[in-house]
């Protein structure tokens, strides 16, 4: 295949490096991967690493389709795809669970729900299987950027809002069992709000956080 | 060469499931003896916090050896079954067996002077297993810690159980009632009142993971009743 030669940043390749994080991000504007978003977003620090392993996953799941593009038979092409993302998903469960055994306790069953992430799979169709390995490891560091920025933006506000702690310190004082012995917010009659721990208002979040996208990006206002 | 014929489709998959097959046995073969021995260090880590010990994973081999003297291996009755190992007893297994074919491990602590047994828990939260640790006193009925975990709980809710505010409640109460009857400590919703000797908080908004760590604790600590009265 002949290719146009152009720089490793040219401006072309840099809109796939950010393109994702606002103009098309894959949570507020193409609402992909919502699920993962709702479900371990209760915390920041799994978030992050959540966002971390997603990186990891599609990065090279992206790279390596990028390179098989023109061996996959096109007639089973999903299943390869989802063959190399669920080896990759394995990879790295049995690696942090060698190496880095509180995190994988962490994420628990969040690692293996990688594979059902639609973002990954919406990447490898729609983009590593027409272009070369280079643009499609941008566009995986783009948009696996673009995931994490939005999950660790709600984890932030469930996590503050809904236990009062970011990464698990409490940063907004200790709640004791009387309001007298509880210092900082909760002396003065502050309550955590619970309601922040469940799914419903992570959808909320996201939702906020898509409006105030939308107010703010002239290029995502419909007609 | 065809793309789109059945021979390269089937020879690309054949490779490919070779390729992919292998690379991941190789992984889980060479992160295999890492990883059980993490869960190995993991397990005397939480056998030790619940008698006050806590000690970093690299030592926690070094302190269980220290710490605990014996680990037994007891038959439904209460008598000691020698021929078990009781740190390899997996516990998920023994609980599918009938109450008769079971054992039941036990590890006898000493710290400072004084003895201490400590219970290894197994049971059902609301998503998967939840399991734990719990040490009575000399008196084999003062709780003095109480450790727990859980595979896949709510996180922010039923999870909170291995947070040591919950397992924390468990210290000073009491399994056996005045008349020396068991009753176990339970956790209650809405709040246990403060001088119940046999009730802690449960976790709002994770009933049914605390009603399964009651569960759990009950289930089986009954099961050392001849033990706890004879020995």
């Known amino acids: 295949m002949a290719e146009e030669k152009e720089g490793l940043f040219s401006k072309k390749n840099r809109t796939l490096l950010i393109d994702p994080l606002d103009d098309n991000n894959p949570i507020t ?21 959540m966002a971390l392993a997603v990186l990891f996953v599609l990065v090279f799941s992206n790279v390596i389709v990028s390179l098989l593009r023109n061996l996959i038979p096109n007639r089973i092409r999903i299943i390869v795809q989802l063959l190399i993302v669920a080896s990759l998903v394995i990879i790295v469960d049995q690696v942090l669970k060698a190496y880095a055994y509180d995190v994988s306790k962490e994420l628990s069953v969040f690692v293996g729900l990688i594979i059902t992430n639609c973002i990954i799979m919406g990447r490898l169709e729609a983009f590593a299987l027409a272009n070369g390995p280079w643009k499609a490891f941008l566009d995986g560091v783009g ?6 920025f939005i999950l660790i933006v709600v984890a932030f506000f469930r996590e503050l809002l809904g236990s009062g702690k970011l990464m698990g310190y409490e940063i907004l004082g200790h709640k004791a069992k009387t309001v007298a012995e509880s210092t900082g917010l909760y002396h003065f009659g502050y309550e955590n709000n619970g309601f922040m721990l469940l799914s419903p208002m992570a959808l909320i979040t996201v939702g906020i956080i898509i409006w105030i996208q939308r107010s703010k990006n002239r290029k995502l206002i419909e007609n | ?34 990883q059980a021995e993490n869960v190995r260090k993991e397990k005397m880590q939480n056998i030790l916090s619940t008698i ?5 994973r690299d030592d926690a081999s070094a302190k269980f050896d220290e710490f605990i003297k014996q680990q037994l291996a007891l038959n439904p ?14 516990l998920s297994k023994e609980v599918k067996k009938d109450h008769d074919n079971q054992n039941y491990p036990v590890y006898q602590a000493e710290k400072d002077g004084k003895t201490y047994y400590v219970i ?22 003062t709780i003095v810690g109480a ?11 039923g999870a909170e159980i291995n947070q040591s505010w919950f397992e924390d409640q468990y210290i000073g109460k009491k ?17 246990a009142n403060a001088d119940d000797i046999h009730g802690v908080d449960a976790i709002s908004g994770g009933t049914i993971t605390s009603d399964g760590v009651s569960m759990m604790v009950e289930e089986r600590l009954k099961n050392y009743i001849p033990y706890l009265k004879n020995n």
Request: hydrophobic share 45%.
């Open chain 2, 77 to 90: 009755d209460g008598t000691v079954n020698d021929k078990v190992d009781a740190f390899k007893l997996d």
């Open chain 2, 175 to 191: 399994i056996f009632d005045k008349n020396n009857e068991f009753v176990s400590v339970k956790a209650v919703k809405g709040g």
């Open chain 2, 120 to 141: 290894p828990l197994y049971g059902a939260g609301l998503w998967d297993a939840l399991w734990g640790y719990i040490a009575l006193d000399s008196d084999k009925n």
């Open chain 2, 1 to 34: 060469m065809d793309r789109n014929s059945n021979i390269y489709t089937f020879t690309f998959a054949i490779i490919m499931i070779i390729i992919v097959a292998s690379g991941l046995a190789f992984t889980a073969t060479t992160l295999k003896p890492l």
């Open chain 2, 147 to 157: 450790s727990f975990d859980h595979k896949s709980e709510t996180p922010g809710l």
């Open chain 2, 52 to 56: 006050g010990v806590d000690v970093s």
């Open chain 1, 143 to 148: 948009n696996s950027a673009g995931y994490g």
């Open chain 1, 29 to 49: 504007v193409q609402v992909l991967g919502i699920c993962s978003a709702l479900a371990i977003t209760v915390q920041l620090k799994p978030a992050i690493v």
